[in-house]
C-alpha cells in the first residue's frame, strides 16, 4: 500500500537561506509523486511531479526536488527562500497504475523571516 | 480560461441543514475529487467519480453525498448526518491516463453556526 510521510510539520527559514522539506514514501509500484503548494484559503497548487523520467525534476519558483529510490525519499529544494514561499507544501505519491486515488501527506508549513 | 470553479468560496449552515457545494470544470478532464482539509491533518478523500454517472467513497465518505450527471459537474452535499462539517472542502479534476496530477479549485469553507 502506498503511504507518504512529510517529516516536517513546520519549517522556519530566513530569506535569501535554502529551503528543504523532507518526503518519505511507501508503494509498490514505480509511483509518481508530487509537490504542491498552498496559500492560505486558496487551492493547491501543482510545484513540480516525478514520473519516471530524470530523477531530479525542476519546477516553478525555482523549487526542485529528487528522486532517490534507494531512500525512498523526495525531498523538496530551494537555493534561496523568499517572503512569497511562506506557504504550505504537500507531498503526494499516486499508483495510478493500480487505479488507487492519490495520498496526500500532512503537510509542512514553511515560514520566511526577512 | 480552463481551470476548476468551486462555489461559495464562504458558507454559513445551522446545525441539521444539508448544503450543497458546486464544482464545475471546463478541463475536459474524466475524474473529479473531492477532499476534506482540516488544520494539520492533510488532505482527506470524499468521494471521487472517473467517469458521468458513477463515482466511488473515499476515505471518509460518511453523511457526504454526490452525484456526476454531467462530465462538468461533481456537487457535493453535505448533509445533517455529518457530525462535524466545519471544514475547508477542495474539488479537483485529473485525466485518468496523465499520471495523477490533479487541478484544484480555490476552495469552499463552510461553517457550521
Known amino acids: 500500500a502506498q503511504s507518504v510521510t512529510q517529516l516536517d510539520s513546520h519549517v522556519s527559514v530566513s530569506e535569501g537561506t535554502p529551503v528543504l522539506l523532507r518526503c518519505n514514501y511507501s508503494?509498490?509500484?514505480?509511483?509518481?509523486l508530487f509537490w504542491y503548494v498552498q496559500h492560505p484559503n486558496k487551492g493547491l497548487q501543482l510545484l513540480l511531479k516525478?514520473?519516471?523520467?530524470?530523477?531530479l525534476v525542476k519546477g516553478i519558483n525555482g523549487f526542485e526536488a529528487e528522486f532517490k529510490k534507494s531512500e525512498t525519499s523526495f525531498h523538496l529544494t530551494k537555493p534561496s527562500a523568499h517572503m512569497s514561499d511562506a506557504a504550505e507544501y504537500f507531498c503526494?505519491?499516486?499508483?495510478?497504475?493500480?487505479?488507487?486515488?492519490?495520498?496526500f501527506g500532512k503537510g509542512t508549513t514553511l515560514s520566511v523571516s526577512s | 480560461d480552463g481551470g476548476i470553479t468551486q462555489s461559495p468560496k464562504y458558507l454559513f449552515r445551522k446545525e441539521g441543514q444539508n448544503v450543497t457545494l458546486s464544482c464545475e470544470q471546463n478541463?475536459?478532464?474524466?475524474?473529479m475529487y473531492w477532499y476534506r482539509q482540516d488544520p494539520g491533518q492533510g488532505l482527506r478523500l470524499i468521494y471521487y467519480?472517473?467517469?458521468?454517472?458513477?463515482?466511488q467513497k473515499g476515505d471518509i465518505a460518511e453523511g457526504y453525498s454526490v452525484s456526476r450527471e454531467k462530465k462538468e459537474s461533481f456537487p457535493l452535499t453535505v448533509t445533517s448526518a455529518q457530525k462535524n462539517p466545519t471544514a475547508f472542502y477542495l474539488c479537483?479534476?485529473?485525466?485518468?491516463?496523465?499520471?495523477?496530477?490533479?487541478?484544484f479549485g480555490e476552495g469552499s469553507r463552510l461553517t457550521v453556526l
Open positions: 479537483a479534476s485529473s485525466y485518468l491516463t496523465g499520471g495523477g496530477e490533479l487541478f
Open positions: 508503494s509498490s509500484y514505480s509511483p509518481s
Open positions: 516525478y514520473t519516471s523520467a530524470a530523477t
Open positions: 503526494v505519491v499516486s499508483e495510478w497504475q493500480a487505479g488507487t486515488a492519490l495520498i
Open positions: 478541463l475536459n478532464h474524466d475524474a
Open positions: 467519480s472517473q467517469i458521468v454517472n458513477d463515482f
